[in-house]
């Protein structure tokens, strides 16, 4: 579709051109962190953006790769930002795919030992996915602390209570050949204010990589199978029809490549055009699967395209 507009890669498009790619498409895949907000506070034109795509009668759903909460925290934050027709059958997050993916394609049976959130449990737990229940006295370690005997799956996410028992703990369980080894995702970090970072979840991955020799499958972006979740509760979903929106080259540019999706860079969060033109010029044809088809400072750019929509069909 890229080339249907007349320019290559990672050209910043604006008024007419974000217009014409509004009509072309019929399914938006938008990231949430760095593209609809920055923590609590939404992005400004965001929720005017995503609630007019969603009443023009394009379809619209939320790939995100944050397991912390469970979906519907995501519906009602949401709505307290001002995003009041999101529902969550849109909201595909890592915690809810994980969950899919262990009840109907590996059919799990037995438990999962969870590094993550509650939010993922909770995930788990509504699929009805039972999980090891953590019940070692405080003092306990890995020489005497108990082992569950029926562990079919260790699933790593974002966790910020992770201990060096639950490190130790999951390092046993993957002894076991037959015990499937997943994460959520595998983000490195994530941006905080004043130039922190947050380690994330392929931080936690890579320790249990070393400590298992073993490789975990990743279920978020960029794998595809997010986009097959999609494609499963979205009947005829048709990949050239869609354009995955995000904010990190190697995480959101990549899912969209993988999945054979038109893809766009918005500047509000991680990355930035020169990473992506860096990319773009690289020697190394593996490097243009980071490169976006298109880029715009915010999706805030969209609503002067709605206007004109607007005005032409007035």
Not at 5 to 31: H, V, W
Not at 72 to 87: A, H, I, P, Q, S
Not at 108 to 128: K, N, P, Y
């Amino acid at each position: 579709m890229a080339g249907a507009f007349g320019f290559k890669g990672c050209q910043k498009i604006r008024g007419a051109q974000i217009r014409g790619l509004l009509e072309a498409k019929d399914f938006f895949l938008f990231d949430c962190d760095g593209v609809i907000w920055h923590g609590e506070n939404a992005i400004t034109g965001a929720a005017k953006v995503v609630n007019a795509l969603i009443r023009s009668g394009k379809n619209v759903v939320f790939v995100t790769n944050n397991s912390t909460r469970p979906r519907e925290n995501y519906v009602n934050k949401f709505t307290r930002l001002g995003f009041t027709d999101v529902m969550l059958d849109q909201i595909f997050s890592s915690s809810y795919c994980s969950a899919l993916y262990l009840r109907d394609v590996v059919k799990v049976r037995g438990q999962v030992f969870v590094i993550g959130c509650e939010g993922l449990r909770m995930e788990l737990l509504e699929a009805g996915i039972p999980c090891v229940e953590e019940t070692d006295d405080p003092d306990a370690t890995i020489y005497n602390c108990a082992l569950a005997p029926d562990v079919k799956a260790v699933l790593v996410g974002h966790d910020d209570k992770l201990t060096f028992l639950k490190l130790a703990k999951a390092s046993c369980y993957l002894r076991d050949p037959e015990c499937l080894f997943l994460a959520t995702d595998n983000d490195p970090w994530h941006p905080l204010s004043g130039g922190r970072i947050l380690p994330g979840s392929g931080s936690l991955t890579a320790a249990l990589e070393v400590a298992s020799g073993r490789k975990a499958t990743v279920i978020g972006k960029p794998s595809r199978f997010m986009f097959e979740c999609i494609s499963s509760q979205f009947k005829g979903v048709d990949p050239a029809q869609c354009l995955m929106v995000g904010d990190r080259l190697e995480t959101d540019m990549l899912f969209g490549s993988n999945c054979g999706l038109d893809t766009m860079l918005t500047l509000t969060g991680v990355s930035q055009i020169e990473e992506a033109q860096e990319y773009r010029n690289s020697d190394l044809t593996t490097n243009h699967s980071y490169v976006p088809d298109y880029v715009v400072d915010t999706i805030a750019d969209f609503l002067p395209a709605f206007e004109d929509m607007e005005e032409q069909n007035d």
